[in-house]
């Protein structure tokens, strides 16, 4: 479901947030419209920039999914092709779990940059004597921050997948090995 959401995003990503975007307010000065179209611009030039490398890592994790789950099904059915074809998707994933973390960080940066200028920008045009809503040092910060940290948790949750991923391997690597919840469920009843 996760691949299938990202390949709209992909594809239809752009269309459907011009849909969606609320309009501009009308006490909205003429340069702060110009800076949100500007920024609005530069998320979608790096959307474009990133288009390519996007659906490959789309069809990637498909190809990862795929394999986890005819493995999965089959290793239940305790088939030996079940244990191949899970060592197999567990290789895929750490690679695809790489590939994309890879991905996200160059993408992340772009985007802080983009943030970044827009929120200089935004400040510079808005109106002096009404009340700011960005103050530019502070605010930046603490966007600059967030972005950062959503990097730091991305490469956190990457690595957490990839040590899972590995382990697979070393579970299913003996061919008489069996998820513990299969040994309880076929171990005969002691009679007393």
Same mark, same amino acid.
């Given at each position: 479901?996760?691949? +299938?959401?990202?390949? %709209?995003? !992909?594809?239809?990503?752009?269309? $459907?947030? *011009?849909?969606? /975007?609320?309009?501009?307010?009308?006490?909205?000065?003429?340069?702060?419209?110009?800076?949100?179209?500007?920024?609005?611009?530069?998320?979608?030039?790096?959307?474009?920039?990133?288009?390519?490398?996007?659906?490959?890592?789309?069809?990637?994790?498909?190809?990862?999914?795929?394999?986890?789950?005819?493995?999965?099904?089959?290793?239940?059915?305790?088939?030996?092709?079940?244990?191949?074809?899970? +060592?197999?998707?567990? %290789?895929? !994933?750490?690679?695809?779990?790489? $590939?994309? *973390?890879?991905? /996200?960080?160059?993408?992340?940066?772009?985007?802080?940059?983009?943030?970044?200028?827009?929120?200089?920008?935004?400040?510079?045009?808005?109106?002096?004597?009404?009340?700011?809503?960005?103050?530019?040092?502070?605010?930046?910060?603490?966007?600059?921050?967030?972005?950062?940290?959503?990097?730091?948790?991305?490469?956190?949750?990457?690595?957490?997948?990839?040590?899972?991923?590995?382990?697979?391997?070393?579970?299913?690597?003996?061919?008489?090995?069996?998820?513990?919840? $299969?040994?309880?469920?076929?171990?005969?009843?002691?009679?007393?």
């Amino acid at each position: 479901m996760n691949s +299938l959401m990202g390949a %709209a995003g !992909a594809i239809g990503g752009q269309q $459907l947030q *011009a849909l969606v /975007q609320p309009k501009s307010s009308p006490s909205a000065t003429p340069e702060m419209k110009q800076v949100q179209q500007d920024f609005q611009d530069q998320v979608n030039g790096v959307q474009n920039k990133y288009f390519w490398p996007i659906v490959g890592g789309l069809g990637l994790r498909v190809v990862a999914a795929s394999l986890l789950l005819v493995g999965g099904v089959l290793a239940l059915g305790l088939k030996e092709s079940g244990r191949k074809t899970l +060592l197999a998707a567990c %290789a895929v !994933a750490v690679m695809f779990e790489l $590939l994309h *973390a890879i991905l /996200q960080s160059f993408i992340n940066m772009e985007m802080m940059t983009a943030v970044n200028s827009f929120v200089e920008k935004l400040t510079t045009a808005m109106p002096q004597g009404g009340t700011r809503l960005l103050t530019f040092p502070h605010d930046a910060g603490i966007i600059r921050g967030s972005i950062i940290a959503g990097i730091v948790i991305a490469y956190l949750l990457a690595l957490a997948k990839i040590w899972l991923y590995l382990l697979g391997p070393i579970n299913f690597r003996k061919k008489t090995s069996r998820p513990p919840y $299969l040994i309880l469920a076929l171990k005969p009843e002691t009679q007393t």
